[in-house]
């Protein structure tokens, strides 16, 4: 059984830092093939970030030189740093392998 499990989300300020982390657990071989997905009120979910098995990563237009898609393959793991956060970056965001296995979801709200 693959296990997906969100942390870290939360109420920040207009400007701040978060990092999300996505710890992997089951018969699932490695974290290659990552990725975060996000979905606001009333819109679709959308691809956020992505990193691959030889680190390339993949960014929206709206996160790039804001978010940071990272992983630590000895603790199973990927981290998503969001700095400079907006309110329009209030959402719900999931972790994904291959966009088949989801995880449950963090809230990230951006409100002053």
């Known amino acids: 059984q693959v296990q997906l499990v969100e942390s870290g989300g939360g109420l920040v300020q207009p400007g701040g830092s978060l990092r999300l982390s996505c710890a992997v657990s089951?018969?699932?071989?490695?974290?290659?093939?990552m990725g975060w997905y996000r979905q606001a009120p009333g819109k679709e979910r959308e691809l956020v970030a992505t990193?691959?098995?030889?680190?390339?990563?993949n960014y929206a237009d709206s996160v790039k030189g804001r978010f940071t898609i990272s992983r630590d393959d000895a603790k199973n793991t990927v981290y998503l740093q969001m700095n400079s956060l907006k309110a329009e970056d209030t959402a719900v965001y999931y972790c994904?392998?291959?966009?088949?296995?989801w995880g449950q979801g963090t809230q990230v709200t951006v409100s002053s």
């Open positions: 089951g018969s699932i071989g490695s974290i290659n093939g």
């Open positions: 990193i691959s098995s030889g680190d390339s990563t």
């Open positions: 994904t392998k291959l966009g088949i296995y």
